[in-house]
């Protein structure tokens, strides 16, 4: 059964979902994770489907996905594509896994290159963000983390696609009256290959995880981070607000915003955390980490020493961004010492 898309609803109940015309919403499961689902839209393509991220290779969502296909009268077979807004593994891996059964394109954003083929190398995932924990003097976490490694990658996971996607590239999906023009638009920031897709002519932006409706993505856990990550963000936000405005299609959280309204909180959101953060070097807080404890974290306003070594990380790493953009605008001073970054003002 198709139902239309009720923004008010659970955004995490299985099902098929409409939201525009041709245009389904198919959320799938995510175990032990934050964000509880990831939307993979359906799109119709001619007598087939083009379909808008993939989740991750679970057999959980792989059911799911198999019953939301079926609602919609297709079968793994009838999926042409994947198009897929970043490396991500709850937007990836099932499109590699499905692919060497049922032989779809998958297609990704150029700058993901980089970060899959260190995954596919000998060198162990996160070693980047041990790097960075260093840099923001979190030394204590870097020896929790150290008792719980994640499991390497599974290499069935990690196939490369069938085409790299070029900012500024259309695809064009389905033929004749029917179709429509996708066009691909790169935004660095969350990962440094994201990219989302815009069906000008319909008003809709499948946004991947670069505009999120209720929480604000994670910068840059990837294998090659960016020199500066929330300024590729932000520049990324920057430009949706110059592209015409249109529906949110989230891979996270609900549909019903408007892109404009969320990129405008989003930045406010940043614009806040930067004067915070400045605000705490002033007090004389002086390293990353040392900053991330004076900050609130979550809508519950937690506090960096209540949070898990996982959320933790991420909240470090978030403030390293945000001390590093001061920098760059010359609001604050940094000095390496002992492989340590202390910030003055
Ligand atoms: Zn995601």
Redesign the pocket.
Known sequence: MILDDDPDGDWTAPGVFRCAPGVYRIPLPLPNDG?RA?NVYAVADGDGLTLVDAGWALAEARELLAKALAALDAGFPDVRQFLVTHV?R??YTQAVVLRREFGMKVALGRGEESGLKIINSERADGTANQARLARAGAQELLRTLATMPPPPPDPAHWGYPDHWIEDGEEIVVGEGETSRRLLAVATPGHTRGHVVFADELAGLLFA??HVLPRITPSLALEPDPTSSPLTAFLTSLELMRTRPDAALLP??GPVGMRVHERVDQLIAHHAARLDASLTAVREGRSTAHEVAGALPWTRRETRLVDLDPFNAMLATLETASHLQVLVERGAVRVTEQDGIDYYTT
Do not use: E, Q
């Open positions: 964000l990831v991500h709850d937007h991947g995880d891979a996270h």
